[in-house]
C-alpha cells in the first residue's frame, strides 16, 4: 500500500495516478477542499482521506509530498512505525528507471510541453507520462515516459532521463535561486543528466552558455538552430509553418496553437519525433488534436464572452498569453483577473507587472502565499493596484463585478485553483 500525504498536489496526484495504472494499491490525505487535481484520483477510485495521524498504518510506503516537514501530524506517525518515507522525486526515481525517460524542463511552458509530448508519442506508440497538471497514465507495455522536471530547489538533477528537454531559462523562484547565474548553473547540472541528447531552444538568450557533456542540439525562429520553423503565419485559426533540419525540409504544419511561445512548445516536441524518426506528417497529425494541458488557455464560451482559465503568474507567461489572446481574438477586449503567487515572486517582478498590466483593465486578488507568510515580506496586494489606474480588488466571491463586461476575453490568472470565482460568474451571468 503506497499512502500519499498531500495527494490532492498536481504532481502528488498525477504520481498517485501512475502507480495505481502500474498495479500498486494506492490511497492518500489531504485539504477537504475540492481540487481540480482530484478527476483522475475519482475516475481510479482511490481513496482520499482528512489528514489524520491514525491514517498511518504498520505497513505502507508514504510517499509525502515536497511541503510537507516532519513535524506533520502523518509524518511523525509514519515516523514512530519506522515505515518507509520517500519524497515526490525519490518515488518518481525509482518508477522511471523501468523505462525509457524523456525529462522536459524550463521556466515557462514545461506543463505544455510535456503534455504535447506525452500525446504525441501516445498517439504513435503508446506512451506512459506524469504532467505538472495532475495528469498521470501508465501501462507496463509502454517503453517511454514522459516526466515534467521542475528546476525548483534544484528537484529535476534526481532524474536520469535519454533526452532531456529545456524550453527556455528565466529567472524565478526568488526564494531559492539567488539570481539568473545560480539558475543556469542549475539548469547546467540538468542537461548533464541527460544520457543520449539535450534538446533545448536556441533562441533563448541563456541556454547557448551551456556545457554540456553529450550532444545538445537547437530548435527555434533563428537561422542559427537545428531545428527551425520557417515561413510563419499567425492567424484566428492557428499557426501555420514549415520546420527546417539543419537545412533540410523536414514537414509542413498547420495547428490550432496561438502564439510564438506555443510554436516552440510544438518545435520542442517535433525535435524530438524527429531524432527519434517519426514521420513528419504523422507527427503534424497528431499535433493537430492536442486540446491543451489543463489550466492552459482553457477556454469557455459564456454569452459573448470567452472565459480563459489560465496557470501563468510569471510576468514572462503572462505576457505570452496576451498575446496569443490577441492572436485569437483580435476584436474583443481583454479583462484580466489576476491573483499573485507567493510574496518573493510578487516582490521580485513588482515593476514588470505593472508595466505591462497597466495597459489592461485588470481586478487583483490577494497574493496567494503558498509556502510564505505575510510577515516576512514587505509587500501586498495594495502595492499593485495604487500604481495601477486601471485595476482593481476582487476577491474569491466577488463575481459580480465581472458582469458589466460583453463582447470580451476574460483571462483568469494564477496558479491556484480560483475556480470558484470562475463558475460563480459564470452561474451569475447565465441568469443575468
Given at each position: 500500500?503506497?499512502?500519499?500525504?498531500?495527494?490532492?498536489?498536481?504532481?502528488?496526484?498525477?504520481?498517485?495516478?501512475?502507480?495505481?495504472?502500474?498495479?500498486?494499491?494506492?490511497?492518500?490525505?489531504?485539504?477537504?477542499?475540492?481540487?481540480?487535481?482530484?478527476?483522475?484520483?475519482?475516475?481510479?477510485?482511490?481513496?482520499?482521506?482528512?489528514?489524520?495521524?491514525?491514517?498511518?498504518?504498520?505497513?505502507?510506503?508514504?510517499?509525502?509530498?515536497?511541503?510537507?516537514?516532519?513535524?506533520?501530524?502523518?509524518?511523525?506517525?509514519?515516523?514512530?512505525?519506522?515505515?518507509?518515507?520517500?519524497?515526490?522525486?525519490?518515488?518518481?526515481?525509482?518508477?522511471?528507471?523501468?523505462?525509457?525517460?524523456?525529462?522536459v524542463a524550463g521556466c515557462h511552458g514545461k506543463t505544455t510541453t510535456s503534455s504535447m509530448l506525452a500525446h504525441v508519442l501516445n498517439d504513435l506508440v503508446?506512451?506512459?507520462?506524469?504532467?505538472?497538471?495532475?495528469?498521470?497514465?501508465?501501462?507496463?507495455?509502454?517503453?517511454?515516459?514522459?516526466?515534467?522536471?521542475?528546476?525548483?530547489?534544484?528537484?529535476?538533477?534526481?532524474?536520469?532521463?535519454?533526452?532531456?528537454?529545456?524550453?527556455?531559462?528565466?529567472?524565478?523562484?526568488?526564494?531559492?535561486?539567488?539570481?539568473?547565474?545560480?539558475?543556469?548553473?542549475?539548469?547546467?547540472?540538468?542537461?548533464?543528466?541527460?544520457?543520449?541528447?539535450?534538446?533545448?531552444?536556441?533562441?533563448?538568450?541563456?541556454t547557448h552558455s551551456l556545457e554540456v557533456e553529450e550532444s545538445i542540439f537547437y530548435y527555434g525562429l533563428d537561422e542559427d538552430n537545428d531545428i527551425q520553423a520557417k515561413n510563419v503565419f499567425y492567424n484566428e485559426d492557428g499557426t501555420i509553418f514549415d520546420v527546417f533540419i539543419e537545412g533540410n525540409y523536414y514537414g509542413h504544419f498547420d495547428l490550432p496553437f496561438y502564439g510564438k511561445h506555443q510554436l516552440l512548445n510544438a518545435l520542442a516536441v517535433i525535435s524530438f519525433c524527429y531524432y527519434e524518426r517519426f514521420e513528419a506528417k504523422e507527427v503534424a497529425k497528431s499535433l493537430k488534436t492536442f486540446n491543451g494541458a489543463k489550466r492552459r488557455f482553457s477556454e469557455k464560451v459564456v454569452g459573448s464572452n470567452i472565459l480563459i482559465d489560465d496557470y501563468a503568474h510569471h510576468p514572462a507567461e503572462m505576457k505570452a498569453t496576451l498575446k496569443a489572446l490577441k492572436q485569437k481574438y483580435p476584436h474583443k477586449d481583454i479583462v484580466i483577473v489576476f491573483q499573485p503567487h507567493t510574496f518573493s515572486r510578487t516582490q521580485a517582478f513588482k515593476d514588470e507587472y505593472i508595466e505591462f498590466l497597466k495597459d489592461y483593465k485588470t481586478y487583483i486578488m490577494e497574493i496567494h502565499p503558498a509556502r510564505e507568510k505575510q510577515e516576512d515580506y514587505n509587500i501586498r496586494a495594495e502595492d499593485l493596484l495604487k500604481e495601477l489606474p486601471n485595476a482593481e480588488k476582487i476577491n474569491i466571491n466577488e463575481a459580480s463585478k465581472l458582469l458589466k463586461y460583453e463582447n470580451s476575453v476574460l483571462v483568469f490568472m494564477s496558479p491556484n485553483d480560483i475556480s470558484k470565482l470562475e463558475n460563480d460568474y459564470i452561474t451569475l451571468k447565465e441568469k443575468s
Amino acid at each position: 500500500m503506497f499512502y500519499f500525504i498531500g495527494i490532492k498536489g498536481s504532481g502528488m496526484s498525477a504520481l498517485a495516478c501512475v502507480l495505481h495504472d502500474l498495479g500498486y494499491e494506492v490511497m492518500g490525505s489531504d485539504i477537504e477542499k475540492e481540487c481540480f487535481t482530484e478527476e483522475g484520483l475519482r475516475q481510479r477510485n482511490i481513496r482520499i482521506l482528512p489528514f489524520n495521524k491514525n491514517n498511518i498504518k504498520k505497513g505502507m510506503y508514504i510517499v509525502k509530498g515536497n511541503s510537507f516537514k516532519d513535524d506533520h501530524e502523518e509524518i511523525k506517525a509514519a515516523l514512530a512505525l519506522e515505515l518507509p518515507i520517500y519524497t515526490y522525486q525519490e518515488m518518481i526515481k525509482k518508477i522511471t528507471k523501468m523505462f525509457k525517460l524523456v525529462t522536459v524542463a524550463g521556466c515557462h511552458g514545461k506543463t505544455t510541453t510535456s503534455s504535447m509530448l506525452a500525446h504525441v508519442l501516445n498517439d504513435l506508440v503508446g506512451a506512459n507520462y506524469l504532467i505538472g497538471d495532475g495528469s498521470g497514465f501508465a501501462l507496463k507495455e509502454n517503453k517511454w515516459f514522459v516526466l515534467e522536471a521542475c528546476e525548483y530547489q534544484r528537484h529535476f538533477l534526481e532524474y536520469k532521463p535519454e533526452y532531456a528537454i529545456i524550453t527556455n531559462i528565466d529567472y524565478d523562484h526568488p526564494d531559492y535561486f539567488k539570481d539568473i547565474t545560480d539558475v543556469v548553473s542549475a539548469y547546467e547540472e540538468y542537461a548533464n543528466t541527460a544520457l543520449k541528447m539535450v534538446i533545448a531552444c536556441g533562441d533563448d538568450s541563456y541556454t547557448h552558455s551551456l556545457e554540456v557533456e553529450e550532444s545538445i542540439f537547437y530548435y527555434g525562429l533563428d537561422e542559427d538552430n537545428d531545428i527551425q520553423a520557417k515561413n510563419v503565419f499567425y492567424n484566428e485559426d492557428g499557426t501555420i509553418f514549415d520546420v527546417f533540419i539543419e537545412g533540410n525540409y523536414y514537414g509542413h504544419f498547420d495547428l490550432p496553437f496561438y502564439g510564438k511561445h506555443q510554436l516552440l512548445n510544438a518545435l520542442a516536441v517535433i525535435s524530438f519525433c524527429y531524432y527519434e524518426r517519426f514521420e513528419a506528417k504523422e507527427v503534424a497529425k497528431s499535433l493537430k488534436t492536442f486540446n491543451g494541458a489543463k489550466r492552459r488557455f482553457s477556454e469557455k464560451v459564456v454569452g459573448s464572452n470567452i472565459l480563459i482559465d489560465d496557470y501563468a503568474h510569471h510576468p514572462a507567461e503572462m505576457k505570452a498569453t496576451l498575446k496569443a489572446l490577441k492572436q485569437k481574438y483580435p476584436h474583443k477586449d481583454i479583462v484580466i483577473v489576476f491573483q499573485p503567487h507567493t510574496f518573493s515572486r510578487t516582490q521580485a517582478f513588482k515593476d514588470e507587472y505593472i508595466e505591462f498590466l497597466k495597459d489592461y483593465k485588470t481586478y487583483i486578488m490577494e497574493i496567494h502565499p503558498a509556502r510564505e507568510k505575510q510577515e516576512d515580506y514587505n509587500i501586498r496586494a495594495e502595492d499593485l493596484l495604487k500604481e495601477l489606474p486601471n485595476a482593481e480588488k476582487i476577491n474569491i466571491n466577488e463575481a459580480s463585478k465581472l458582469l458589466k463586461y460583453e463582447n470580451s476575453v476574460l483571462v483568469f490568472m494564477s496558479p491556484n485553483d480560483i475556480s470558484k470565482l470562475e463558475n460563480d460568474y459564470i452561474t451569475l451571468k447565465e441568469k443575468s
